[in-house]
């Protein structure tokens, strides 16, 4: 399902003039993702690393900036916070 969701984003929609076709390959997985989150076929956690591992292998970030948002300390703490 995610994989039909980014490619009817990135293949089907035309892309707009101003968006770098980085951004519209990161706006499909983001899509994908969200919309999985809503329908939920499979946990939440394990979708966002789909989700999260699809945007270094299409080439829309490397992998140290993909990976950047987990090294924030206030991630952490909703995750925290989550979790109590």
Do not use: H, N
């Not at 490619?7 to 076709?21: E, N, Y």
């Not at 699809?54 to 829309?60: K, M, N, P, Q, R």
């Not at 950047?68 to 989550?82: I, K, P, R």
């Amino acid at each position: 399902m995610l994989v039909g969701v980014y490619l009817a984003v990135v293949f089907v929609i035309p892309r707009p003039v101003t968006v770098k076709p980085e951004g519209w390959r990161l706006f499909g997985v983001f899509l994908a993702t969200i919309l999985g989150l809503m329908l939920q076929p499979i946990a939440g956690g394990a979708l966002v690393l789909i989700g999260v591992t699809c945007t270094v292998v299409v080439g829309s970030l490397t992998i140290s900036k993909a990976l950047s948002g987990y090294g924030d300390t206030s991630v952490w703490l909703v995750v925290a916070a989550f979790m109590i």
